[in-house]
């Protein structure tokens, strides 16, 4: 009996879902999931085919800026205020200075500085100092920049959880931040509603360090750059040489570090494009992690487990997917809290459904043993009862011959001798050895007169007692047993013989089934050895002698070379000691067919 298929209880799969659903919320809280979110969210930027960020621009004071100028770090300002004329010279269209002029130096620099951003028009001065109220003494203060029509902007950078820049703020220490005072100069104020909570945006990075156009500041300081390079563009001035350590990891350009005013520019290039990414909504967050939780416990009710763990593979690789959609259209959906709870529920939905399985199959198994168990003892007693109602028949129909019991048991047991001896299978000889008992069944059909005459038959009578095959044959015929169909083929063949000249249908050789030859010569050796009213019993020498004499004639040349091998293991005339009980009956009359 096959199992059926196991459904888990209800109460264990809502237990699987609040433990995936606990999980993903501790793991989130514990920020253990920081660093694969991070790397998912790589992989979002590098899959979305977006275009490199075309209205931004790094100067970059570089390796190659120091080489060439021969100057140390910290640049004398006036050289900063130099650039800051080529910049304005070749039509910026706004210029971010990120380098940090609080404190002050000498006053010839500090004045060059000053009176260049005047002539421009003001910049944004990027800075990491404020007092927390809004305030910067960048070149003296808040006053002295709004004389030359600049503005101070915070510049800091903090890394995420995941050791990351990911975002940008809308202001620090209540300074706006670089995004936020260069699109209030440009005319373009960014409001509130445009920075998720916590007041920070994501930055919309096109690709990994390098993919803004970079110059360096020597070059743009002696003129080496395409008329058109600055035209209508923001430009972001600061140091990109690791030796001065403004580079951070992002989550684009795998292990490779951007530095600051790469980082600024990205953030200002995406508030120019209105901050389009933004984060979904934290009630979305926890409605995917209770969704994802719940749907391989909800699909494991109504699919076998191989199915449901191929549909939470699917369900997992849709949710990527859709992850992506979303982000290449806007909205950042946090990847790995939903899929933590999607395969922790997952795993526990095909433990609970393997731990339910292997319990209903045992308990089926048991079933099935006690059931088995039935079926044999039944099947056994059924089996016996037909061996017993056969051997009865056998019986009844051999006492009205004046035989004995004996013989039919002596006659079985040789045939299955002489069957196992020319190489029947072991289960076709017991069906032999039983199906051999009823070989006379058709001798209900002859009178008395004819079956208990103690003389020779005549004519007529011996015809009549020939047709005890086809009337057996007729007895037994169309039965889906095994053992009544052979039984039928032995009742009408068993007299047939080698050489054609026997009845009922005169069949020759190989043309008699196999069994009704080996049931001839063991029906005819007993009968010469057993005594009968119209006979004795022959000596078993002279009833070997006959059998060996009438091979190629009556019986099958290689089944007498057989029985003779085999001979010697026949009990005497009347020993049933080597007999199966059930073949035993008492005894009876019984007659040898002429």
């Not at 526990?348 to 198994?365: L, M, P, Q």
């Amino acid at each position: 009996m096959r199992p059926r298929s196991t459904r888990p209880r209800l109460s264990a799969l809502v237990a699987v879902v609040l433990t995936a659903v606990a999980l993903a919320a501790a793991a989130q809280a514990a920020n253990v999931l920081d660093g694969l979110e991070r790397d998912s969210l790589a992989v979002r930027f590098e899959l979305r085919d977006a275009p490199p960020h075309r209205d931004v621009v790094v100067v970059a004071i570089d390796d190659a800026t120091f080489s060439q100028l021969q100057v140390h770090w910290p640049f004398k300002r006036s050289l900063h205020g130099r650039m800051i004329e080529r910049l304005h010279a070749a039509g910026t269209r706004e210029i971010v200075y990120d380098v940090q002029f609080s404190e002050p130096t000498s006053p010839r620099e500090d004045g060059a500085l000053y009176d260049a951003a005047g002539r421009a028009g003001g910049a944004v001065l990027v800075t990491a100092e404020t007092d927390g109220h809004g305030h910067t003494n960048v070149l003296g203060g808040d006053a002295n920049l709004r004389a030359v029509h600049a503005r101070a902007a915070a510049g800091n950078l903090s890394n995420d959880s995941s050791g990351a820049i990911t975002r940008f703020p809308r202001e620090v220490g209540g300074v706006g931040s670089v995004p936020v005072v260069t699109l209030a100069r440009l005319g373009r104020p960014l409001p509130a509603s445009a920075f998720s909570g916590g007041g920070k945006a994501w930055i919309d990075f096109r690709g990994g360090p390098g993919t803004v156009r970079t110059l360096s500041f020597a070059d743009v300081l002696r003129g080496r750059f395409a008329p058109d390079a600055f035209r209508g563009k923001v430009v972001v001035v600061g140091a990109t040489t690791p030796t001065l350590q403004d580079v951070h990891p992002t989550p684009v350009g795998g292990t490779a570090l951007m530095a600051g005013p790469e980082v600024q520019a990205n953030a200002i290039a995406t508030a120019l494009n209105g901050n389009p990414l933004r984060s979904a909504p934290a009630p979305v967050g926890w409605l995917l992690v209770i969704g994802l939780a719940l749907a391989t416990p909800l699909l494991r009710l109504r699919l076998r487990i191989g199915a449901t763990a191929a549909a939470a593979v699917a369900l997992g690789a849709a949710y990527v997917v859709a992850a992506q959609i979303a982000f290449d259209g806007g909205t950042v959906l946090a990847a790995v809290p939903p899929m933590l709870a999607l395969v922790v529920s997952a795993v526990g939905t095909i433990v609970v459904s393997h731990v339910a399985e292997t319990f209903e199959r045992r308990r089926v198994a048991h079933s099935n043993e006690l059931l088995e168990q039935a079926v044999r003892e039944r099947t056994e007693e059924l089996r016996d009862t037909q061996l017993e109602v056969i051997g009865r028949l056998g019986a009844a129909v051999e006492s009205r011959d004046h035989e004995t019991g004996v013989h039919i048991a002596r006659m079985s047991a040789l045939c299955h001798r002489l069957a196992l001896a020319v190489g029947m299978d072991a289960r076709e000889a017991d069906l032999l050895r039983h199906a051999s008992a009823m070989h006379d069944i058709g001798k209900i059909g002859i009178p008395d007169r004819i079956l208990q005459k103690p003389g020779k038959l005549d004519a007529e009578e011996w015809e009549k007692m020939k047709t005890h095959t086809t009337v057996g044959g007729h007895i037994l015929a169309g039965s889906r047993a095994p053992l009544i169909r052979m039984a039928e083929t032995i009742a009408l063949t068993h007299h047939e013989r080698w050489d054609g000249g026997g009845y009922p249908n005169g069949l020759a050789g190989d043309e008699i089934p196999l069994v009704g030859r080996v049931a001839a010569i063991c029906d005819v050796f007993d009968a010469l050895i057993s005594e009968r009213p119209y006979k004795g019993a022959w000596p078993m020498a002279e009833a070997v002698a006959e059998i060996e004499r009438l091979s190629g004639s009556h019986f099958d040349p290689r089944l007498v070379t057989a029985f003779l091998e085999i001979v010697e293991q026949v009990p005497a005339p009347g020993d049933a000691a080597d007999f199966p009980a059930e073949l035993l009956l008492e005894p009876g009359a019984y007659r040898i067919d002429r």
